[in-house]
């Protein structure tokens, strides 16, 4: 749990100080091994299914570069996260480090980021299963109802407050989003050699170069859909404060960033190369629509415990600062338990409302995920070094390494601030002047792959 401190032992009671004891016990199981598993669950969800179409527009030689590249650029940035975490105990969640970088208003900066980021998430994983549902169906059924459903079930799974106690569910999910990436390849490989299946012989075959006519805010949106597959440095705090060796953190780094680097590129190239510049976004609706119901029900684990992660992870950070002071933050007592369940389902159904009642939810994802995606996982971490872990001057001689890595990380994280925002609000102001946004209804099934397409592209699902 945080490490701020608790009442003294002599202001507690014997029961009080048992359950401190248990909780300490309970929530410092976590290893990294352990540790790389949730962070997959985290990490790599049904968005890399995105990255063929992301490959279509930037060719095949950009697309393979700036997923290698941008994969050890996550990783640097993440180390950084990790060191300020092991210098700086009290940080105990992502939101904790914007007081000791600006005082209180770096508190309420970061705090409100990173609440909201993770409520728009958790809303997203809602409406995507819904789409699955769905598509596994082929129901006409109202949408909100299959949300709904997806709602309970991602409220289901945020129950356990420890992170070592759901990490059996990281096999699931892995070998959830594995399945549904090989018999996604397997299947557009087989259509792709017999010219069949929902694309054809004549259709434009892949190219090492980008897709002719690409705009600037095409090409953005692309890189973009990479940036944000490797968006996990925003839960990296909360679950080395699960762990009972945070140093290893490393280790979990190395074998993320490897494992994504490795599944992005062949998912991305080999998609790509079987199915050209037609590919749509996810790539199983180009793997016609049997494969795609088959594929969205084997990634249902993945859908959900992925979505769930994050419900965990926000009500960790706002029950461990309620009750800061008090045994009941363990969630190992009857008044820690209901407050515990009662946060899940209210982050859970405010995520949902927000999903449901916002017209432009999914382009105002995309908005978010350029705002604080770029942030927490990228320009954020160098200004962390800059300010908490430097010492001397960055010119110095120890320095000038870490300085040039720094400075690399923080221009990636910069471009996507600007252009990827630039990008998402020209899309919504250019659907607004089209007058073709519009609230999704039960009549608007049809709309769907286009909605679809949007949440993967925003790289958060």
């Not at 090409?219 to 940036?227: F, R």
């Not at 995606?373 to 390494?401: D, Q, R, T």
């Not at 909605?451 to 592209?457: D, Q």
């Amino acid at each position: 749990m945080a490490s701020e401190g608790l009442p003294k032992d002599q202001d507690l009671s014997d029961p009080e100080l048992q359950g401190i004891l248990e909780g300490n016990a309970r929530f410092r199981r976590l290893g990294w091994k352990r540790l790389t598993v949730i962070s997959i669950v985290e990490a790599i969800a049904l968005g890399s299914l995105g990255l063929p179409s992301a490959f279509a527009a930037l060719g095949m030689v950009a697309g393979v570069i700036l997923t290698i590249g941008l994969g050890f650029v996550a990783i640097y940035a993440g180390y950084n996260i990790g060191a300020v975490k092991l210098r700086y105990p009290q940080v105990g969640h992502y939101a904790d480090v914007g007081r000791l970088l600006m005082g209180s208003l770096g508190s309420k900066l970061f705090v409100g980021s990173f609440v909201a980021l993770l409520v728009f998430v958790i809303g997203s994983h809602c409406l995507t299963g819904a789409i699955a549902f769905q598509n596994i169906t082929q129901s006409s059924s109202c949408s909100v109802i299959f949300s709904v459903a997806s709602a309970a079930i991602l409220m289901l799974l945020a129950i356990p407050p420890s992170f070592a106690e759901i990490a059996i569910l990281g096999y699931i999910d892995f070998a959830s989003i594995i399945l549904a990436i090989g018999i996604t390849m397997i299947a557009t490989g087989i259509q792709s050699s017999n010219g069949s299946g929902d694309f054809a012989a004549d259709l434009s075959p892949w190219s090492a170069w980008p897709k002719p006519g690409l705009t600037f805010s095409a090409a953005i949106v692309a890189t973009n859909n990479i940036v944000f597959a490797y968006s996990f440095a925003g839960c990296l705090p909360s679950f080395m404060e699960d762990m009972h060796t945070p140093e290893d953190y490393v280790k979990t780094l190395w074998w993320l960033g490897g494992i994504q680097i490795f599944i992005y590129t062949l998912t991305g190239s080999i998609i790509y190369a079987f199915v050209g510049q037609e590919v749509q976004s996810p790539a199983l609706l180009s793997a016609g629509p049997v494969i795609s119901r088959v594929v969205f029900g084997i990634a249902l684990p993945v859908i959900f415990i992925s979505g769930s992660i994050n419900t965990t992870v926000v009500c960790r950070y706002i029950h461990g600062k309620i009750y800061r002071d008090s045994v009941v933050r363990f969630v190992n007592t009857a008044k820690g338990w209901s407050t515990w369940l009662v946060l899940v389902s209210v982050v859970t159904i405010l995520a949902w409302i927000i999903a449901e009642a916002i017209p432009i939810f999914s382009e105002l994802l995309s908005i978010i995920s350029s705002l604080f995606v770029s942030g927490l996982s990228f320009y954020i971490p160098p200004i962390m070094w800059c300010v908490l872990l430097k010492e001397g001057a960055w010119y110095e001689k120890h320095n000038l390494k870490p300085a040039i890595l720094n400075g690399v990380v923080f221009l990636v994280g910069i471009i996507v601030f600007g252009c990827g925002t630039y990008a998402s609000i020209a899309e919504l102001v250019d659907k607004f002047q089209s007058g073709s946004q519009r609230r999704i209804s039960v009549s608007e099934g049809k709309r769907q792959q286009d909605r679809t397409s949007k949440f993967f592209a925003s790289g958060l699902v």
